[in-house]
């Protein structure tokens, strides 16, 4: 079987949403082994998930790596090239759904023995620390922003041939210095799919006790990547980064 963008897409997001979400729920999740150990874990396992996805998403066919909806709608105006956008989306959410998925059966055994449905939701899904919609969604602005323009730097011609070496690297070091220093508001998902997809697989799985999925607030996970993305994408274009 021959390898393909959409193919890379999909798969480098699945391994994304299994590694990222898996992290969670090792800290979030009773009786696990690493239950209790903090934002720290999350934020380095959320950092290697991007590495690790970009590595997969690269060997299956895509040179792009995007796995975020909002990465390659900033590129795609960037670019004036609109292309990628319903494949790479498209790809994207059905790899984000199936590494959710994946995620529950890990950990199987854990739901039924977590009593809080908070904690189940969190292993899915962002939430806000302070739920208050202006700030939460500026949160996601902000925080996307963020990536887009990183992104931008990493991949700049003047870095040259150093950036082709450890791109993947240094994209997982921005996704890391983006939950450290603004991930404590809302979870900082600057990802629709990584929200979307996941909380949809918390609502359609058979998940002991989970409680609600939370739909009320999920517009938000989603739009405020994509204001965000809007914006880094003109910055990238107008400045011609």
Request: hydrophobic share 50%; net charge neutral; glycine share 12%.
């Amino acid at each position: 079987m021959s390898t393909s963008p959409f193919l890379g897409e999909l798969i480098g997001t699945m391994v994304l949403l299994l590694l990222g979400d898996g992290v969670v729920a090792n800290v979030v999740l009773k009786q696990t082994k690493g239950n209790s150990a903090g934002w720290i874990v999350i934020t380095a396992g959320w950092a290697f998930a991007v590495t690790i996805g970009v590595f997969v998403a690269k060997a299956f066919g895509s040179v792009d790596a995007h796995l975020n909806p909002a990465v390659t709608v900033a590129f795609a105006i960037a670019t004036s090239d609109y292309s990628h956008v319903l494949p790479y989306i498209s790809a994207q959410l059905i790899g984000a759904f199936l590494g959710a998925v994946l995620v529950w059966l890990q950990y199987l055994p854990h739901w039924s023995t977590t009593p809080d449905p908070f904690d189940k939701l969190a292993c899915f899904a962002t939430g806000p620390a302070i739920r208050s919609t202006g700030p939460n969604l500026l949160s996601e602005i902000v925080g996307t922003l963020v990536l887009i323009l990183g992104l931008a730097g990493i991949s700049s011609k003047n870095l040259g041939e150093l950036a082709i070496g450890v791109g993947p690297y240094l994209v997982g070091i921005l996704v890391w210095s983006i939950g450290l220093s603004l991930g404590g508001s809302t979870g900082y998902c600057i990802n629709p799919a990584r929200d979307f997809s996941p909380r949809l697989a918390h609502a359609l799985l058979p998940i002991a006790g989970k409680g609600s999925s939370d739909w009320g607030y999920a517009w938000i996970p989603v739009a405020g990547p994509i204001i965000g993305a809007i914006i880094g994408g003109l910055l990238i274009q107008w400045y011609a980064l």
